[in-house]
């Protein structure tokens, strides 16, 4: 049985420093060189405005909450934390392109090819994936080369065919299939397209501290969070609005996408969503009081707003 809504003190405040520190770190890495020239300037320029000063950073805040229950500095948790967050702007950028969701609202401004153009952006979302292995790949990152080797071979499959960018695949697929994909379809594409560098963010901290059981609790944590957060996704889609989302609303249903929402409807998608808060939490059993802040993260994702 789904437990209760439950208030969160604190958590949001706490999410939005780590947010901070990952802001700034992530300033410092895409400060562009001095003798840039005009078409390199308008690439940092397009860069920065997809992944600076906007989201949540919830994956920055799973990579660092995992690496400090852990005992990881927290200079190397910001870095897989900076990491997994040029993913993910990347992954936004090309998203929100016409041949994609054709989208012109992102984290309530124009994306990225609206304030550009097409190819700035798609060069933008390049630039931002590899930039996201070369933060990883850095001995700064960890001084053991094993681990920083380790750190990229999961960030790229979380990314790749087998995570986000084969659910992505599945996504369009769906736009045109004869008929809706059942459950267990839809619960693996958002598994791949959400969940995957949902889960790299989690285990981030574990590989960082070399430490495999650890990583195995955290990615059955992550990959309970992950269902959890895009039921909500899928919830937010159809009660929200496009002021609190900071981008466009109920897209699915125009578009005749199979959701959680469509399987299961309201309710059941809520408590869908309770179960799967439930199951990440259990499997945070053995790290005991250190883990409250990621107890926490999982009781917002069922209840953010936006």
Known sequence: MAGP????????????????????????ILTPPTDAAPGEARLWEAMRYA???????????LAVEG?????????????????????????????????????DLRRGKPTTHRAFDDATAILAGDALQTLAF????????HKDGAARAELCHALAKAA?????????????AAETAKTPFDLAVI???????????????????AILARDQSAREALALYARHLGLAFQIRDDLLDVEGDVEA??????????????????????????KAAARERDSAIAALASFGPAARRLREAAEFAIQRQS
């Open 51 to 61: 992944t600076l000063g906007a989201g949540k950073r919830l994956r920055a805040c």
């Open 160 to 172: 790749g065919a087998p995570g986000m960018v084969g659910g992505q695949m599945i996504d369009i």
């Open 134 to 141: 070369e933060i990883l790949a850095d001995p700064a990152t």
């Open 67 to 103: 690496a400090e229950m852990l005992g990881v500095p927290r200079a190397r948790a910001l870095r897989a934390a900076a990491a997994v967050e040029c993913l993910h702007a990347y992954s936004l950028v090309h998203d929100d392109l016409p041949a994609m969701d054709d989208d």
């Open 5 to 28: 809504m439950v208030e969160l003190p604190g958590f949001q405040d706490h999410l939005a420093e780590i947010a901070t520190e990952t802001d700034q770190l992530l300033g410092e």
């Open 245 to 270: 989302m900071g981008k466009q609303v109920r897209k699915d249903a125009e578009a005749g996408k199979a959701t959680f929402v469509s399987e299961l409807g309201i309710e059941g998608a809520r």
């Open 187 to 205: 619960t693996r594409l958002q598994a791949m397209k959400t969940g995957a560098l949902i889960r790299f963010a989690a285990e981030s901290g």
